[in-house]
Each structure stands twice: as structure tokens, then as C-alpha cells.
């Protein structure tokens, strides 16, 4: 069973940013895509940013330009910095493969874009 950590969240102000690590148990994540997702309060789960195997990213449309997913094999680890954050970016983020597969879900870490 894969276990995913999410961390890095925090409030922050508009226009702030912040960075969003994973880390994974195992030698795993080089063999999938990973994604960052977030969970707004009464808003379903949604797919952030993807990147694939060979690091080719995938960005919503919301979030162009603004936000960088990056991975990093040997660590088992994948991150999200945010830039020039929105109050609309205010969720819970999670990791996971791209597509969700059966590793379940950590625990997110909370962003808060508020002055």
C-alpha cells in the first residue's frame, strides 16, 4: 500500500505563493503520472496539475502560468508551487497518480488565500 504526505499548506494572502511537497513510501512514483488535485469546501475533488513519466506537464486553465508541478524520481517526490494565489485556490490539496489508481488518498494539506 502506497502511503502519500501532503504538506506545505498554510494562509496566505492574495498574490502570495506557496510550495506543495508529496512524499511517497516506496520506489514507485517514477512508473506514474503524478497529479495535484484540490477539494474546495462543497466543491468536488479536481485535477490541478498533471505531470507525466518523462515530466511533460499539464496545467487547468485557472492555474496557468501560475503554478509548477515538478517531480523528483530519485525522491519519491512531487511538488506544486503556487504563485500569485487567488482566494478562488483556497482548498484542500492532495497527490496522487494521474489517473487515481488504487493507492488511496493522504490526508491534503490545507491552502488558505485570505487577507
Known amino acids: 500500500q502506497v502511503q502519500l504526505v501532503e504538506s506545505g499548506g498554510g494562509l496566505v494572502q492574495p498574490g502570495g505563493s506557496l510550495r506543495l511537497s508529496c512524499a511517497g513510501s516506496g520506489r514507485i512514483f517514477s512508473f506514474y503520472h503524478m497529479g495535484w488535485y484540490r477539494q474546495a469546501p462543497g466543491k468536488q475533488r479536481e485535477l490541478v496539475a498533471r505531470i507525466s513519466r518523462d515530466g511533460s506537464t499539464y496545467y487547468i486553465d485557472s492555474v496557468k502560468g501560475r503554478f509548477t508541478i515538478s517531480r523528483d524520481n530519485a525522491k519519491n517526490t512531487v511538488s506544486l508551487q503556487m504563485n500569485s494565489l487567488k482566494p478562488e485556490d483556497t482548498a484542500v490539496y492532495y497527490c496522487?497518480?494521474?489517473?487515481?489508481?488504487?493507492w488511496g488518498w493522504g490526508q491534503g494539506t490545507q491552502v488558505t488565500v485570505s487577507s
Open positions: 496522487n497518480s494521474n489517473p487515481v489508481i488504487n
